[in-house]
């Protein structure tokens, strides 16, 4: 019995470094982006991909497929502790409601004022592939 409780336990072990390791790595780029200025958080390109499809999305980070990488979303690829993340970013501009917040398409001159920033983090273990994503608004 003990022979089956020594590989799960360092496996589980291995399996919270890494979710640490790509939560930081998540956390690292939110705080890359945010320390710009507002001005020069570029918002990502409403073309297809990343939004498949406009008028379903509404250019809203949220829905968008992160797990399969995508140039449009600036993948990173990070090697640490033996393991290559690939760290993207989705930004969209949002309007703030009672209910949260809704995703607007930047068309003409729209600026609402605050943005989204969506970061997905990936890597790939033994044959599974994990990730962690978060995100953050910034605000003019």
């Not at 890494?18 to 890359?32: D, K, V």
């Not at 690939?86 to 501009?93: A, G, K, L, M």
Request: positive net charge.
């Amino acid at each position: 019995m003990m022979g089956l409780f020594v590989p799960r336990a360092t496996k589980l072990a291995l399996d919270n470094r890494l979710r640490w390791q790509g939560s930081e790595l998540s956390r690292a780029r939110i705080e890359q982006i945010k320390t710009q200025p507002y001005s020069l958080i570029t918002v990502t390109t409403n073309t297809n991909p990343p939004f498949p499809s406009i008028a379903a999305n509404g250019c809203d980070c949220r829905k968008v497929d992160m797990s399969q990488e995508d140039p449009m979303l600036n993948p990173t690829h990070i090697d640490a502790s033996s393991t290559t993340y690939t760290v993207q970013s989705c930004i969209n501009y949002v309007d703030i409601t009672g209910g949260g917040w809704q995703s607007k398409c930047p068309t003409g001159t729209l600026d609402t004022g605050t943005k989204a920033i969506r970061v997905y983090t990936s890597w790939k273990s033994g044959n599974q592939v994990h990730a962690t994503e978060s995100e953050l608004l910034v605000s003019r």
